[in-house]
């Protein structure tokens, strides 16, 4: 049977190091498998988050090879096995044992993002009707599976630390998916300029490669926060321009 | 609300990774950097921009200067003796502003000239960050400004194309209609240049994205649909426009030292 070498991060907040276990590898395995092995064999103290095993729970979030994956859905095949494969906990959230970090910080920050605020229902049924085009940007944000990962990549968190002053490209998408929504009423672009800290993205599009629900934060959602906080505060003929129509529609009604 | 990770911060370049990460960067580099190297000299040479009905993209318009493509004529009186003038210098800024500002842009050059970061996980030379929350960088901002100008820039250069369709015969002097390599050239240019200012972020904000309900405007709706699909392959676009806007240069200038011949179909 073909053998591959893991070097995994093993330690907690105090401290760690990396340390290699060699394992089997077969045909379809994966790094969480492979992780599940060594659990299994040679390091029953091994302590790694998981859950459905299929992409879906967004448990896993490690760092393969330097890069943020899912374990369950990395394949060893897409993997060079001649050279040990390092496997580390995700680096911007803090360390509690081997590969499982302290997420809670993300919690925290959803808590604080203005709630959906839908409009009166305005259908004969006391509901609303929603047209598929005006549903379908933001379905895409719906997608997350909260990994984390895309907030593990970004450098504005993980290099220069900035937790209080920036939210990451996962409430990024969230703020998106509730402030293009068709229904809601709600305006979030004060606070995203001044205590979400769009302006902090420089637009590396990590966060848009690591995501492994495909989802195109940064085109999609970052971007289009980033001109519609433009529009408000850096765009003087345009708050002309609306300023413009909101006194001819004023003055027509 | 402070998540401080444990792990320490990282030293420039340092990384996990097992991947040539440096690549990439180091393409944008070279790339970008030969661009503004090539564009800079062609901008300020002044001279073999034109050559009979093509005209360089460097310097369309032609505001003013010593060409028949010149809009008002020779250089201006007023144009002080000790400023270096070029026809180029009075237009190139628009369209360089609008690859300065361009998002696709921002995040290339960013990582390839500031390191910041060089590659996605990669460690970064400076501890200190301010982002595009301040000033320099705060101007970037201005993007929908200098998409302005280059949508401007894109009807002129569609004119050039028109224009480079007919050839004076120099003997009789007489106009005729006529497609050479470089009226080509000068073609796939304004397609290239097209479909990347079509494609932009901004673009695709202005014409329908800062919409919430797609379904009460059909006109922004579709306007919309047309640049988020051009918008999937802005960054194709942006190189493969960049190339060719120095590639048209190159032809022009060649063909008016004589060093190359344009062929004429018709």
Known sequence: ????????????????????????????????????????????????????????????????????????????????????????????????????????????????????????????????????????????????????????????????????????????????????????????????RETQGIGYCNITKCCTKVCPESIHITDNAIIPLKERVVDDYYDPLGWLWKKMRRKKGSGGS | MSAESTLSRRSFGQTMRADVWWAQPLVVFLGLGAFVVYSTWAALQGRNYYFGPYLSPFYSPEIFGPSPHSWFGAKPVWWPAWLIFSPSLLVLWAPGGFRLTCYYYRGAYYKA???????????????????????????????????????????????????????????????SFGMGVGTLVLAVNVVLLGGYTFGCHSLRHLIGGFLDQFSKSPACYRGYACVSCLNRRHMLWAWMSLFWVAFSDVYVRLCALGAWHDLRFF
């Not at chain 1, 895409?140 to 450098?155: A, G, N, P, T, Y």
């Not at chain 1, 900035?162 to 068709?182: N, Q, S």
């Not at chain 2, 060089?118 to 200098?146: D, K, W």
């Not at chain 2, 998409?147 to 401007?152: Q, S, T």
């Open chain 2, 113 to 175: 000239f500031w390191a910041d970061p060089p590659a996605c996980t990669v460690g970064e030379p400076r501890s200190t960050y301010l982002g595009e929350r301040s000033f320099p960088l705060i101007m970037q901002n201005m993007h929908r400004y200098f998409l302005y100008l280059a949508l401007l820039f894109i009807l002129v250069l569609a004119h050039d194309v028109w224009k480079a369709l007919w050839f004076v015969d120099p003997a009789t002097g007489r106009t």
């Open chain 1, 1 to 192: 049977m073909k053998t591959a070498v893991f070097r995994i991060w093993r330690g907690n907040a105090a401290g760690g190091e990396f340390r290699d276990y060699e394992t089997g590898v077969s045909e379809g395995m994966v790094v969480l498998d492979a992780i599940h092995h060594i659990q299994a064999t040679e390091a029953n103290d091994l302590a790694c988050r998981w859950n459905c095993k299929a992409g879906k729970c967004g448990s896993c979030s490690a760092e393969v090879n330097g890069m943020p994956r899912l374990m369950c859905m990395t394949r060893l095949s897409e993997l060079p096995l001649d050279k040990p494969v390092t496997v580390e906990p995700i680096k911007a959230f803090p360390l509690l044992k081997d590969l499982i970090t302290d997420v809670s910080w993300n919690f925290r920050v959803k808590k604080k993002i203005k709630k959906f605020k839908p409009r009166p229902p305005d259908a004969p049924d006391g509901t609303w009707r929603m047209q598929q085009e005006d549903i379908d940007r933001v379905q895409e944000f719906r997608k997350c599976i909260e990994c984390f990962l895309c907030q593990d990549v970004c450098h504005v968190l993980r290099d220069h630390r900035k937790y209080d002053e920036f939210i990451g490209p996962r409430f990024l998408i969230y703020v998106a998916a509730l402030e293009m929504h068709p229904l809601d009423t709600e305006d979030r672009l004060e606070e995203l």
